[in-house]
């Protein structure tokens, strides 16, 4: 009964934070759509317009017949998803250095309500912007192929990676303690990473060295994976390995987050 | 709440052996404190004497080294829980949500706290009317003045109605007017009977607030007693003179033979330990031809204290 009060009262807690954080992206609204809609937005349009045909033509087999641009989509959503860090790592720092955690520390309201509503918001933040650069992919062109249950598996997918990232750049704003260390320390999530990765071009194109890393990253599995479900092209375990690569960096990251809230104040 | 707890209760915040450092720097080194329910007790001292640590750890912001402290008979560390659902902590550094307006704000502490709807919308409504904050209440904290971002910041802290309260430094770099606007609402706060600790650098908003003042410096207790106890431990109560020349100082000094003489500014100080019977004596014994310009009576204030103490002036303030 103790046990169930507790848990009523953490998701509670958990909710007003969610309800702060929500009224802050409101507030912010601008600055999130140029970071994490307009972004990967432009990069969409140069990568496909500027640099397409060039880039189509050398996918050969790995296009499978279709337009770049149904090549590219996948790798844009993963990247509209990290996109996303930079601002949730920056917010949790802004918080922790703030007068208002301590406020937070000293009332009886659950310890991890305050990080939770972060990463809430940060998955409701990607999802949406997800969904904004979806449509504009379908306004130049993009074709997905996807059945609905397809679709199901997508945003299953799309929101696995954006509650792991989530966790890390909580965890990384909590670890870096200034927002210039939380905005550099999340930039190879939201730009090194999706390059080194099957995004732009297959990672069997790259150079022997970096071919390794870019193949066995968890970004080239989750954009393999969306690749393969947005094109009706037969998915294997890529799935598997996908969500596996979530749960790790969730899990992680959690730990991590945890570890830095407990240790914010001596 | 049953008999034996309520008495127990009576001391509000029970403090015994406090000690903290930091790495080398030691912040607090053997404090104790007892605090009874609806007192205002004002820790005093300079920047650095371990005023903010003992906040913090009342609070339940950081760990002790070693020491027990409890609060409304709640051991800080093994029932913080309940500790924090008693007390309310404005701090130092402003502890508002600046993305937040001034009534979201208070409507995020009334989720907090959990509080029904009806009951959370009511107190914050009442809390902006009593802080003047009415007009701002739908503008975020950054279009705010200090002294209405304090209020605010009050405002957040009462609406759980904490029985205890902790106030670091609450009046530092506000402007006069705010200054006395926050006493008042000090005071009106002990008017309900709350508890407040307060802790300030300013010794004249000790003596304005304060049942009784501890003096901090260093990490230890130098000195603790009601204001009126403080200022009888030390001397300094005089009389002081001035003189429209330095003929008539003259005079006057070799009339008192006692007394401190300042010959630039033209004033003699002369001890006055007896009232209002000494004040006659050195006014007969100048006679009709020494010529006073200017006379005027010093009781000693805290100023006197923390010099007569910590054997320092205080660090020159600057407000």
């Not at chain 1, 912007?129 to 997918?157: E, H, M, N, Q, Y």
């Not at chain 1, 999706?194 to 790259?206: E, I, N, R, Y």
């Not at chain 1, 294997?236 to 749960?247: D, E, K, M, T, V």
């Not at chain 2, 950081?62 to 913080?80: C, F, K, N, Q």
């Amino acid at each position: 009964m103790i046990a169930l009060t507790t848990l009523i009262i953490a998701a509670q807690d958990s909710a007003t934070m969610l309800w702060r954080e929500i009224k802050h992206s409101i507030r912010l609204l601008r600055l999130l759509i140029v970071s994490a809609i307009l972004v990967p937005v432009v990069m969409l349009l140069l990568f496909d317009y500027v640099l397409g045909g060039t880039l189509g033509r050398g996918l050969g087999d790995a296009a499978r017949g279709a337009l770049y641009v149904d090549y590219l989509v996948p790798g844009i959503l993963v990247m509209t998803v990290a996109g996303g860090c930079g601002p949730t790592a920056i917010n949790v720092t802004m918080d922790m250095t703030g007068g208002f955690v301590d406020r937070i520390r000293t009332m009886a309201v659950t310890r991890g309500a305050l990080l939770a509503g972060h990463v809430g918001v940060s998955v409701l933040r990607m999802l949406v912007a997800t969904a904004a650069v979806t449509g504009v992919a379908l306004l130049v062109g993009f074709r997905p192929k996807a059945s609905v249950a397809d679709w199901f598996a997508i945003v299953g997918i799309v929101a696995a990676f954006s509650f792991a990232l989530a966790w890390l750049s909580a965890a990384i704003g909590l670890a870096t303690k200034s927002v210039a260390g939380a905005n550099g320390f999340t930039l190879p999530l939201s730009f090194l990473l999706p390059f080194l990765s099957s995004t732009f071009v297959p990672a069997g194109s790259m150079p022997a060295g970096v071919r390794w890393f870019a193949a066995n990253q968890p970004f080239t599995a989750v954009v393999d994976t969306l690749r393969a479900l947005l094109t009706g092209a037969p998915v294997g375990n890529i799935p598997y390995l996908a969500l596996a690569w979530c749960a790790a960096i969730a899990l992680v990251s959690y730990v991590w987050a945890q570890a830095e809230f407990r240790r914010g104040t001596k | 709440m049953n008999a034996m707890t309520k008495r127990e209760t009576r001391i509000a915040v029970s403090v015994n052996g406090l000690r903290k450092a930091y790495g080398k720097k030691v912040a607090l080194d053997g404090v104790d404190l007892s605090i009874g329910e609806g007192e205002v007790f004002a820790l005093l001292g300079p920047n650095g004497a371990g005023k903010t640590t003992v906040v913090r750890i009342l609070s339940t912001l950081i760990p002790a080294d070693a020491g027990t402290a409890s609060v409304m008979g709640h051991d800080l560390h093994r029932e913080a829980g309940a500790v924090r659902a008693l007390i309310g902590v404005t701090g130092q550094f402003s502890a508002v949500d600046n993305l937040l307006t001034g009534e979201e704000n208070l409507h995020l502490m009334g989720r907090l706290l959990h509080l029904p709807p009806t009951e959370r919308r009511a107190r914050a409504a009442q809390l902006l009317e009593r802080f003047d904050l009415v007009a701002a209440a739908r503008q975020t904290p950054a279009t705010y003045s200090g002294g209405m971002t304090r209020r605010l910041d009050i405002a957040m802290t009462l609406m759980g109605r904490p029985r205890l309260i902790f106030l670091d430094e609450p009046t530092t770099g506000l402007d006069p007017r705010s200054r006395q606007i926050m006493w008042q609402i000090i005071r009106d706060l002990v008017a309900d009977g709350v508890t407040i600790l307060l802790t300030t650098q300013y010794l004249e908003e000790a003596d304005q607030l304060a049942d009784r003042i501890v003096v901090l410096d260093h990490g230890r207790i130098v000195a603790e007693g009601t204001p009126e106890e403080l200022k009888r431990r030390i001397p300094g109560a005089h009389i002081r003179l001035r003189f429209a020349d330095v003929a008539s100082l003259d005079a006057a000094a070799r009339e008192l033979r006692e007394g401190a003489r300042d010959d630039k500014e033209l004033v003699l100080r002369v001890p006055n330990e007896g009232g209002i019977r000494s004040l006659r004596e050195v006014l007969a014994r100048l006679g009709d031809d020494v010529a006073v310009d200017d006379l005027s009576i010093h009781t000693p204030d805290l100023d006197d204290v923390f010099f007569a103490v910590t054997g320092n002036q205080p660090e020159e303030k600057t407000r």
